[in-house]
Every structure is written in C-alpha cells, then in structure tokens.
C-alpha cells in the first residue's frame, strides 16, 4: 500500500510539472541574456543590478508585457569579473538569432571590449552600469548606455562646487589600475583647468586598496580647497573615512559615480555624510514616478529608511525604457530593435526627462544632470534643491 501511495503521489507531481511546462511554452517570451558579475569579488553589486532589473522585468510583465502581450525574461549570464568572459559570452549570444538584443550590465572596461564584437555582431547591447568617457572614435553604433557621462555631468558639477566653495586647487585621487576612474580622471583634469582650479597633488591607488595611509598624507600636506575621487565606491569610501579620520575636512567630490554608491556609504562609515557628486537619481526628487519606486523597493527589501542604490535603479529605470524600445521596433529584429532607440524621445523616467540622438551616441541625453548631496544614511538630497521629502 506504502508503495502505491508513493507511485500515485510522484504521478500527480509529474503530470503538474508537465502541465506547468506546457503553459510555460506556450507564453510568449523575448528572453534577453542579462550579463553581470553574478560570481567572484563584484557580485554583491552585481546582485543589486540584477535585483533592479528583476523588478523592472516584473512590473512591465504585470502590466502585460510588450508588443501585445510578450513577456521579457532575462536569463543570467556570469560574467565572473573576467573580460574574456563577457567577450566569449558575448560571441555565443550573437550566434543565436533568436536573442533580439544584449543586456550588459558590466564595467566600461568590458563594455569597449564588447564594443568591437557588436560592430560585426549588428545586435543592439543595452549598458545600464556604464558611464565611463567613451573611448572610441566612432559614435558606438550597437552599444546604447543609460548612465550620465562625465562630458554631460562635471562641466555643471565643477562650475557650482568653484562657485559654492570658493575652489582654487583641488586634490585628485586615482584609481590608476581601473579604467573607469583613469578615463573620467583624464576629463576631470581638463575640466578643472578650464575653469582655473589647480590640481596641487594627485594621488594613486589600486582597486580593493584599504589603507591610504599615504595618499591620506599628500593630500594633507597640500591643503587642497576640495577632494576630487575617481574610484571605485567601495575604495572611494574607505579613503574618505582615512581622511576624515585625519582630520580633513574640505568638501570631496568625485569624478563621476565614486559617492553617490551605496557601498561607498556603507564603507565610508558615515563620513560620507556631505559629500557632492552626479547621480542617475535623487531621493528628495518629489515627481511620483520616482516616489513610487523608493515605496516599492523599501517595500520588497523590507529596508523603510534606506534608499535603493543609484545603480539598482538605473536598472530598474531602464528595463522600462526596453519595453518602450520593443514595443516602437517594427519587428523584434536586431536590425529593428536597434532602430528603435531613436523613438526614445522625451520620455520621462526615473533619472528624468531622456532621449536618444545621434549626436550623444552612444549615450542617452538628458536636459540636465542631477547633482546630489549625501544626507543622514547615504540618502541623495538634491543639490541646492528644497527641504527632502521623507
């Protein structure tokens, strides 16, 4: 009888799996390869990204979906922190027509790799954690990136912080074996000399550095007006608290990105507190669109006084950003969904008011950038904007 039951029990939970797997296929799905570092040193930001785009990909999915009712379903794909990863990654996905479209959510550093796939791939790859200068001298046909760039952003940034704090020199610090931080650096300085701000010491470190005993010490001798970063923002939070642990206390700023992270909050130990940079967002921004996404991501993280990660909700914002571009593609043809980036006119979304031209390729524009001051708890106050919402 025991072996009956058991018979009749693994029956029933068969014929549900094939009954459940028969419903599956017959739903329509565009499955889209999301790229990120799920493994190795960068996954716990990775897995922030990926949580971002999860609930894009849900609330277009419970809106029902694209193109009269497809559903977008990202499937994972491991970047392991490794460029000849991606690249490999990469060349099987372009050999499967199927796939309409890439999403890379990788460093700039892999994103110029890509790059030189894509023009011979001819498939559309979506960049949402990009925001590097573009190295390039081609506008980046293929490659479409979301994040601010430091052409658009640190003319406005460096032209207020010079006003507000009277900013004659400056000191720089360097992540010097990261591109990300070498490029938007090599803007910065150009910038800062246009406007007449000195760059009085300029200090290297290496990715994942923890003791800045030295940088902390050049940079003390030099008495800068302010303290410019370009690092990564787990580093750029550890070499903000060793300098406010020295006692400096002149404004810090950065390059693009460095503090406006949350691991650059959370490594920063709260001496972060004060510092100016560029986000995709701000969190006192009162516009609904932007309101209702704190809601739901404190919501779903069970965080009610923590702010979703700058790079989560570029993510988020721009999944739905996807769903507008599949839906204005003519066919889901790579050729077509590429295409279908120029529709992308004066949308509102998350990070504003956005568009794609062919001018500002490979990035998107946006009327202005968002410059944001961190407030109690890493919180993104909007520069020089109204008493925060809460």
């Not at 549900?16 to 996954?43: C, D, W």
């Not at 460095?258 to 006192?284: C, K, L, M, P």
């Not at 504003?352 to 524009?365: A, E, N």
């Amino acid at each position: 009888m025991k072996r009956s039951l058991t018979s009749l029990t693994a029956g029933v939970v068969l014929s549900a799996v094939l009954y459940s797997g028969a419903a599956v296929a017959q739903e329509k799905m565009i499955r889209i390869p999301f790229l990120t570092n799920f493994t190795g040193p960068s996954a716990p930001f990775s897995l922030r990204v990926w949580r971002g785009a999860e609930a894009g990909m849900a609330e277009v999915n419970a809106q029902g979906g694209v193109r009269g009712g497809m559903k977008i379903e990202f499937f994972k794909v491991d970047n392991r922190s490794e460029t000849q990863t991606a690249l490999t990654e990469y060349r099987r996905a372009c050999a499967n027509q199927e796939i309409p479209i890439y999403w890379a959510a990788v460093s700039s550093k892999d994103i110029d790799a890509l790059y030189e796939v894509a023009k011979d791939c001819s498939m559309a790859t979506f960049a949402s954690t990009s925001g590097s200068h573009w190295i390039h001298p081609d506008p980046g046909k293929w490659v479409y990136r979301y994040l601010p760039v430091p052409t658009q952003v640190l003319p406005v940034q460096y032209q207020k912080l010079k006003a507000e704090f009277n900013v004659k020199t400056a000191a720089l610090a360097i992540e010097s074996d990261n591109n990300f931080a070498v490029f938007n650096a090599k803007i910065a300085k150009e910038i800062l000399e246009k406007l007449g701000v000195k760059i009085v010491v300029e200090v290297d470190s290496k990715l994942h550095e923890t003791n800045f005993a030295s940088q902390v010490s050049a940079i003390r001798a030099a008495r800068p007006d302010i303290i410019i970063l370009s690092l990564n923002t787990d580093s750029g939070g550890r070499l903000t608290r060793q300098i406010r642990e020295r006692g400096i206390t002149v404004p810090i700023s950065d390059t693009g990105y460095t503090v406006v992270g949350r691991d650059y909050w959370e490594n920063s130990q709260g001496t972060g507190i004060g510092a100016i940079g560029s986000s995709i967002y701000a969190s006192s921004d009162p516009r609904p669109i932007v309101q209702d996404w704190i809601k739901k991501w404190r919501a779903a993280t069970n965080n009610p006084t923590t702010d979703p990660d700058p790079y989560e909700t570029s993510t988020y914002d721009a999944v739905l950003v996807l769903a507008k571009i599949l839906n204005n593609a003519k066919s889901l043809s790579r050729q077509d969904v590429a295409d279908a980036f120029m529709t992308i006119n004066s949308m509102e979304t998350i990070s504003g008011t956005i568009s794609y031209r062919k001018q500002d390729l490979p990035d998107v524009f946006r009327s202005e950038p968002i410059l944001v001051k961190l407030g109690e708890n890493g919180r993104l106050e909007r520069w020089g904007a109204p008493p925060a919402m809460r």
